[in-house]
């Protein structure tokens, strides 16, 4: 009896730790898709993001390419899916088939805890090669970036818009600027520590000062900045923001020495699933080149690094900033909480709603 327990608690043990070779899987989008249809149900995919309309191109994209398959795609803060991941699995509930999501510390610890399925799309060998698991349990599906200046250029003249953050504690931005909480999101806290890394805390304390808009979510500064835009409002610059493509918001780029932050969010097939040729449709599709080459992820690098090649991008070789950089930053959560606990005495809690009660997804 003694005998035959420590031989379970061992098989757990290694199921958590063991990883045999996967193969890549060498079907056609269309052959996981035939195999996909067979199961019944919907796909339930959280995406980390803080616009829930940010999910409508994907939900019509997929739709539209394979519509007998059917996903249901959450959008929401990374931070608020990893833990409705965690508590899901302690109160044996599966709440999500796969996560896509920025908050890449806790997919190598998913990994150990044996959570998630390891599967290698059909592009495998092609995903930039710091950016993945190589047994497959995760992967980079995109790639985003921060830090560049966003600004209504019916409001500031575009040799104004400064291409340092040095400048932006200048007082005749005062009352300009419309900001992301650093606290409420990691990849703008990542941003802000690589600027308090080369200003010091004293830019932090002089920017608390200048009458800044402070807001939940990285969608809501060039939403706040595209409602004020006929108005009266003072509001015209944001370095926290998406350029959301109206014609009036433009965008300039930070100059030598500044560092911004990019990063990629990862996707994995959490274990469990009743769908898991679906799940490996989703994941070979977001990965694929097909879908990687359409210009819409507003113009970052490809995760591919021949997509990249076919468009001259070299997101490894940039000198503003480190793709892998945010990456080990997230594993080093003492250091992160260091920074929020920095930004929450210096700035305050977040406040006001939050990102996806004001831009939710859609029904
Ligand atoms: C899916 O549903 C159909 C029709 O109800 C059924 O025949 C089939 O066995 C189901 N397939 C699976 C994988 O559950
Ligand atoms: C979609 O996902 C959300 C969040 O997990 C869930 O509340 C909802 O019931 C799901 N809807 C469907 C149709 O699966
Ligand atoms: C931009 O510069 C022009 C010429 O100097 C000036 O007339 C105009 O008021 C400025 N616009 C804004 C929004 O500051
Ligand atoms: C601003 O007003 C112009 C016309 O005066 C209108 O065409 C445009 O849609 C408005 N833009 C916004 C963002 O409200
Ligand atoms: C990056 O490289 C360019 C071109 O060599 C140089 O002008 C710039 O100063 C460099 N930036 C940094 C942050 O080192």
């Given at each position: ?128 090669n710091g950016e993945k698991d190589f047994d497959g349990a995760w992967m980079a599906a995109s790639l985003f970036g921060f830090g560049q200046m966003v600004y209504d250029s019916s409001k500031i003249n575009a040799s104004e818009v400064p291409t ?148 001259g991008l070299t997101p490894y070789q940039q000198n503003n900033t480190q793709v892998t950089g945010f990456r080990s930053w997230e594993l080093n959560r003492a250091n992160v909480e260091f920074w929020k606990t920095t930004y929450e005495e210096v ?17």
């Open positions: 009896m003694k005998l035959s327990l420590s031989f379970v608690a061992l098989v757990a043990c290694a199921n958590a730790t063991f990883s045999p070779l996967v193969d890549v899987d060498t079907r056609s989008l269309n052959d996981i898709y035939t195999a996909a249809k067979k199961e019944n149900g919907t796909l339930q995919v959280f995406w980390g993001g803080d616009a829930g309309a940010a999910g409508d191109e994907v939900r019509t994209s997929f739709a539209k390419r394979f519509p007998d398959d059917k996903i249901n795609l959450t959008v929401e803060l990374s931070k608020y899916h990893d833990n409705q991941i965690d508590r899901g699995w302690y109160e044996g509930k599966h709440v999500a088939d796969v996560a896509w999501l920025q908050t890449t510390h806790n997919y190598p610890r998913w990994k150990q805890e044996g959570k998630l399925v390891n599967y290698k799309p059909p592009t495998f060998n092609d995903i930039l340092s953050y040095a400048s932006i504690t200048d007082p005749k931005f005062k009352g300009k600027l419309i900001l992301t909480y650093p606290n409420d999101d990691d990849a703008i806290a990542y941003l802000f520590s690589l600027i308090i890394g080369r200003y010091g805390h004293e830019w932090l304390y002089a920017l608390a000062k200048n009458d800044v808009q402070w807001v939940r979510g990285t969608y809501t500064p060039a939403a706040l900045l595209t409602q004020g835009h006929n108005t009266t409002s003072k509001r015209s610059l944001s370095f926290t923001a998406y350029n959301l493509g109206v014609p009036f918001l433009l965008s300039k780029d930070i100059e030598a020495p500044e560092q911004k932050i990019s990063w990629v969010q990862d996707i994995a097939i959490i274990k469990g699933t009743k769908m898991l040729e679906s799940a490996k449709l989703l994941v070979a599709w977001l990965t694929s080149v097909e879908r990687q080459s359409e210009p819409n992820y507003f113009g970052f690098a490809s995760v591919l690094d021949s997509v990249n090649r076919k468009n700035l305050g809690t977040p406040q006001g709603l939050g990102p996806l009660q004001m831009f939710p997804n859609a029904a």
